[in-house]
């Protein structure tokens, strides 16, 4: 039936960002439900030693040069519910938070998957291994000499899950059958 | 002695921020260790039914105008080591994290106390209650009418533990009798 076929205008870009203050994944890719391609992918350093606001300041310029030159439709982030160390967690969410707001001041949405959406998504199990993920986002983007860390493949995971769920959720809320 | 008088070269201003996504305390005091006078005091505000990143770009730009009106020499900013709710760790550590940044980008350094530490330093015990720490916080400033809420004056006790703790910190770095 012509209406599963995809669309031209259904092509979407998602920028995936892994958040970390060491090290901050970045994941480009266009395409729509099934369809996946690399567009780039990058890591992001910020030295441990420096001082947490220039970090953050490093961080954000990283952010708005990705930002600027990929120009995604849309930015997924991974949403961090419970993790035992708190510093962890803390790194996490500031590195998270200023992704946020470098895609809220250029007018971008920003949207959210756990790590178990993120997983099932590209293996369809929720509680898949990195080495999965990253084996199946090398498949997905039809990349098997990739060569890319793992937060940078988390990146990658994250935009396509958005791909993939993005739409089955624009279909639910419009009411469409799945 | 002349060397226990307090020179006027050491009077400082320090802006201190509660972080918060809802209630963002602030508070701006001038001083030195055993005084401190009263300059600013604010709460910002930020809708919780908005998206996550426009209330941070809020926040970045309350917090934004706060720096560049008080002009302060240190900005000091609550520590959180721990809280059984992550939402609020979250969120916690995503104002922080904006609060961080502004102060990177205006080269303003950034201290951190822990809360026993700034209710030590103005009621001189860390395990006071809000009630106390305000009640202190008043009586430091003369300040007995100030109507403020409490995020506001844990941000004012913030700053007067900076001037008090800090002063000490610097003598000690220096090698300097306590």
Same mark, same amino acid.
């Given at each position: ?55 953050? *300041? =490093? ?8 930002? !600027?030159?990929? /120009?995604?439709? @849309?930015?997924?982030?991974? +949403? ?39 997983? *099932? =998504? ?8 990195? !080495?999965?993920? /990253?084996?199946? @986002?090398?498949?997905?983007? +039809? ?36």
């Amino acid at each position: 039936m012509a209406a599963n076929l995809p669309n031209m205008r259904s092509i979407r870009r998602v920028m995936g960002v892994d958040p970390g203050l060491t090290r901050c994944g970045i994941g480009v890719v266009d395409g729509y439900p099934g369809l996946a391609r690399l567009v780039g992918v990058d890591v992001l350093h910020t030295p441990a030693d420096a001082e947490l606001g220039d970090r953050l *300041a =490093a961080l954000e310029d990283g952010l708005v040069q990705w930002l !600027d030159r990929a /120009a995604p439709d @849309v930015v997924a982030v991974e +949403r961090v519910f419970s993790q035992h160390n708190v510093r962890t967690v803390m790194g996490t969410a500031q590195a998270g938070a200023v992704a946020l707001l470098v895609a809220a001041r250029r007018g971008v949405p920003v949207v959210w998957h756990t790590p178990s959406e993120v997983k *099932a =998504a590209v293996t369809g199990q929720g509680r898949a291994g990195k !080495d999965q993920v /990253a084996f199946m @986002v090398r498949r997905l983007l +039809r990349a098997p000499g990739l060569a890319a860390p793992a937060d940078a493949t988390d990146a990658l995971a994250l935009a396509i899950c958005q791909l993939w769920r993005g739409a089955a959720m624009a279909r639910l809320a419009a009411g469409g059958a799945r």
